[in-house]
Antibody, heavy 121, light 110 residues
Framework: QVQLQESGPGLVKPSQTVSLTCTVS??????????WNWIRQPAGKGLEWIGR???????NYNPSLKSRVTISGDTSKNQFSLKLTSVTAADTAVYYC?????????????WGQGALVTVSS | QTVVTQEPSFSVSPGGTVILTCGLS?????????PGWYQQSPGQAPRTLIY???TRSSGVPDRFSGSILGNKAALTITGAQADDECDYYC??????????FGTGTKVTVL
């Protein structure tokens, strides 16, 4: 069974950079069968797609976040990561990683449980 | 900026039917947007219900169905049950590898 587990600092100060990691078990991020996504949700609000990475390293980003986001993969650790720069209180959210079936557009079949990131001084 | 709109809330009686919709701020939703639907209970990660407009994910009861109604994507819940009381989100593919989630609908069963 596939499992995705997010990890991150929990608390970060405004203007700093937050880095989150998604550790994948039960599958390989280098398999070529999936995209690996980041999605976030501020408390009491809706979901926001952040971006994704494919096996080849190809990435796609939400245009509204593109200037501040980098998604990368580490096949040796079977992890992929999100880096978000110049954070503000508006970036406070639960961050989810999710697997997307590459052959089926829009099918996010497995999700992590989420990691809360709070931006506060 | 593209906005994907959903009804903020809906109430349905147990055993009743409710249709949630997912529209675009400009333009129509079509199968080319590969509409998907996700169910989320409080404090939980989203659960996939429907992908590619009308394909149910594994284990999803057949009382959940997806379609295109007019210029919107739709999720129909037939025979609503108490544990269907959740938030529901649609997601649309906008091309060039970009997705946009809808604003979400809170469904109450009473």
């Amino acid at each position: 069974q596939v499992q995705l587990q997010e990890s991150g600092p929990g608390l970060v100060k405004p203007s700093q950079t937050v880095s989150l990691t998604c550790t994948v078990s039960g599958d390989s991020i280098s398999s070529g069968t999936y995209f690996w996504n980041w999605i976030r949700q501020p408390a009491g609000k809706g979901l926001e797609w952040i971006g994704r990475i494919y096996t080849t390293g190809r990435t796609n980003y939400n245009p509204s976040l593109k200037s501040r986001v980098t998604i990368s993969g580490d096949t040796s650790k079977n992890q992929f990561s999100l880096k978000l720069t110049s954070v503000t209180a508006a970036d406070t959210a639960v961050y989810y990683c999710a697997r997307e079936v590459a052959a089926i557009t829009g099918f996010f079949d497995w999700w992590g449980q989420g990691a809360l990131v709070t931006v506060s001084s | 900026q593209t906005v994907v709109t959903q009804e903020p809330s809906f109430s349905v009686s147990p055993g009743g039917t409710v249709i949630l919709t997912c529209g675009l701020s400009s333009g129509s939703v079509s199968t080319a947007n590969y509409p998907g639907w996700y169910q989320q209970s409080p404090g939980q990660a989203p659960r996939t219900l429907i992908y590619s407009t009308n394909t149910r994910s594994s284990g999803v009861p057949d009382r959940f169905s997806g379609s295109i109604l007019g210029n919107k994507a739709a999720l129909t819940i037939t025979g609503a049950q108490a544990d269907d009381e959740c938030d529901y989100y649609c997601v649309l593919y906008m091309g060039s590898g970009i997705y946009v989630f809808g604003t979400g609908t809170k469904v109450t069963v009473l």
